[in-house]
Each structure stands twice: as C-alpha cells, then as structure tokens.
C-alpha cells in the first residue's frame, strides 16, 4: 500500500529506507522523480533558496508489494 507524507511548511526532508523502497516525487501533475531507495540509503529534498513555495507530493512503497 502506497503511503502519502504529508507535512505543512518544510524546505527539506530526509527519508532513510530501513527496506527498499519504490519513490515518487510529484509537482502539479508531473512526476519529476520515480525509482528505488536502497536499504540504508537517505532520499533528501530540499528547496533551492529564493525558489517559490509549491506543494510536492512524495509517494513511498515497499518494493516488495
């Protein structure tokens, strides 16, 4: 089952896989990263500084569904 992270106002994130991991990364309606988080691996997003705020949406899903 697939599971939204939602947090209100953040300019980073970090997510360590204690398994791998399927990710998504979604702006608007465009998918702007998809692939696997390894085992003991750490995924950071992070704003650029000056850039608007937007709202993401990161999908996370044990790759073994």
């Given at each position: 089952?697939?599971?939204?992270?939602?947090?209100e106002t953040s300019n980073?994130?970090?997510i360590e896989a204690a398994s791998p991991k399927v990710i998504?990364?979604?702006?608007?309606?465009?998918t702007v990263l998809e692939g696997v988080l390894n085992?003991?691996?750490v995924l950071r997003v992070?704003?650029?500084e000056g850039?608007?705020?937007q709202?993401?949406?990161?999908v996370i899903e044990d790759?073994?569904?």
């Open positions: 089952m697939a599971q939204t992270v939602d947090h980073s994130l970090n998504k990364i979604i702006v608007g309606e465009r085992t003991g691996s992070q704003t650029k850039a608007e705020p709202s993401i949406e990161l790759l073994a569904r």
